[in-house]
């Protein structure tokens, strides 16, 4: 057994018992640490790695005791916090790191439609949100549509989800969930609209959201797409709705273009609320350009090049700097 399966194994009641007698309290304060898969986790079937910035938390099998599970922190001496948000997010996020198979199929998989295989998605999310005990706490209890935070009793772990719409595709939440599964929806957005229903009355609940001001976000679907929300009933001045209108309902892909607007605007005094989601976005893509744009001035002339004779302690050849210019590009 490799240390994935060991951590697809791992219970809420086994990762108490891993921290001792405060592990469920551990767990849970752990749970509030925000945490990025991409940039702060790495696992694979030999090692658990947890980058929390101030420390880094491993877990490996121990070979000398029977192939449990042995947990350490750079920071701590003794079991800590920084270990039980390790064990928080294995458990409650088993299924996007890949340690937990999707329930089995009463049907053959590759004989499901797309729609078909949708439909199987939402209804085990709706499952899961009427069994895992969660708590909703709002931003404003007065308001349907408002931010509100969802916590699992389990793992501790907190997500902010941003209630806009009873439909797929109109709220956000910060699990990982939601940002892989392209359904526009996860089981902590369905938890919080069930719970809403039962707290407002018909007139609140047929009242659509009304936007204040100016978002960009990213629209989750087949692909993501960062888009632009604007003020409903004119809540923008004429200077500044000439700059933003011609983004509005469509994906944007200028994000140079998209920068220089948000930059004038900015210098009319409207704030923009950009979501963290769409800011990596934008942070992602700029990278790739840049990356594209010296991959493309290197292959051009890589003989003249200055980076062939810095980027390594020895000097490239032509063809060696276009080939590392191709692999990277």
């Not at 696992?43 to 099998?61: Q, S």
């Not at 299924?95 to 209804?123: F, H, K, M, R």
């Not at 089981?187 to 204040?212: C, G, M, Q, S």
């Not at 744009?293 to 000097?315: A, F, V, W």
């Amino acid at each position: 057994m490799n240390l994935k399966d060991k951590l697809s194994h791992l219970t809420f009641n086994k990762a108490c018992k891993l921290l001792g007698p405060e592990g469920a309290k551990l767990i849970r304060k752990g749970g509030k640490w925000e945490i990025d898969l991409e940039d702060q986790v790495k696992l694979n079937n030999e090692k658990f790695e947890l980058d929390l910035g101030e420390a880094v938390v491993l877990i490996r099998l121990n070979p000398a005791n029977n192939q449990r599970l042995h947990l350490s922190c750079s920071a701590c001496s003794s079991l800590c916090e920084h270990q039980g948000a390790a064990l928080s997010l294995i458990l409650e996020e088993k299924l996007t790191l890949g340690l937990a198979a999707p329930p089995p199929e009463t049907i053959p998989i590759e004989n499901l439609s797309e729609d078909e295989l949708i439909e199987q998605a939402l209804v085990e999310k709706t499952e899961k949100a009427k069994n895992e005990k969660m708590r909703l706490k709002p931003a404003n209890r007065e308001e349907l549509w408002s931010d509100y935070t969802v916590t699992s009793y389990a793992s501790g772990r907190t997500y902010r989800v941003a209630l806009r719409g009873w439909e797929r595709g109109e709220s956000y939440c910060s699990c990982p969930d939601f940002k892989v599964n392209t359904l526009g929806t996860c089981k902590h957005i369905i938890f919080a609209l069930e719970n809403v229903k039962k707290r407002f009355l018909k007139k609140v609940k047929d009242t659509p959201y009304r936007r204040k001001g100016i978002s960009l976000h990213i629209r989750y679907g087949k692909e993501a797409e960062l888009r632009l929300l604007l003020p409903d009933n004119g809540g923008l001045d004429r200077e500044a709705a000439n700059i933003l209108m011609p983004l509005k309902g469509k994906p944007i892909h200028d994000i140079h273009d998209l920068l220089e607007r948000i930059r004038k605007v900015e210098q009319l005094r409207h704030s923009i609320n950009i979501y963290p989601d769409a800011e990596d976005y934008i942070n992602n893509l700029l990278i790739q350009q840049r990356v594209r744009k010296l991959t493309d001035q290197i292959r051009k002339d890589p003989k003249h090049h200055p980076l062939r004779k810095g980027l390594l302690n020895i000097e490239l050849l032509p063809y060696q700097m276009d080939g590392i210019a191709f692999a990277v590009g």
